[in-house]
């Protein structure tokens, strides 16, 4: 892994921290984990899979010291470390085969949808939910899959811009 990488995943995940933990609740105390936003630009700019394992791992334990939801603490990471597979695998698999816009949607949306479904499901096996498994997929996992969405595009373009800034700097 490359210093570069590193640094960058780093930063990524420093405000994808702060962001995580001053967004307010939507639903009962539930809110978008925009956490899993820097998760996913770090892995689409990054390209490689020890950094995509190394920010994984550390999304996963920095979303357990911020989480809201009672004994979250081990579903987060569950969560983080599995999602974090699937989005290198569509990056990986999807590459250029289409445009970046169209690859970056389907990673966020697919990639949340991912990460909500595991979080929901191994935090109902760990701890129990406070409502229904339905009822959380639908008013917290589809929000936070369009926000999601949203977020990473952006992100993804003021990220890849700087890069080139950076770049033609030298």
Same mark, same amino acid.
């Given at each position: ?23 307010? $609740? ?62 290198? $695998? ?25 990460? $909500? ?54």
């Amino acid at each position: 892994m490359k210093t570069k990488k590193l640094v960058l995943s780093a930063v990524l995940l420093a405000v994808g921290l702060l962001l995580h933990y001053i967004v307010p $609740g939507i639903f009962m105390g539930m809110k978008p984990d925009l956490l899993l936003s820097m998760m996913f630009v770090a892995v689409i700019v990054n390209e490689d899979f020890k950094s995509a394992l190394v920010t994984g791992l550390v999304a996963g334990f920095l979303t357990a010291l911020t989480t809201t939801f009672p004994g979250g603490q081990i579903p987060n990471i569950i969560d983080k470390f599995i999602t974090v597979l699937v989005v290198y $695998g569509l990056n990986t698999i999807l590459g250029n085969k289409i445009s970046n816009i169209i690859k970056t949607c389907i990673i966020s949306v697919l990639g949340t949808l991912v990460s $909500g479904t595991i979080f929901l499901g191994s935090a109902y096996l760990i701890v129990g939910l406070p409502t229904s498994f339905t009822a959380l997929f639908l008013t917290v996992v589809l929000p936070a899959t369009l926000l999601n969405s949203v977020a990473v595009l952006f992100l993804l373009s003021v990220v890849q811009r700087s890069m080139r800034l950076v770049s033609y700097s030298k």
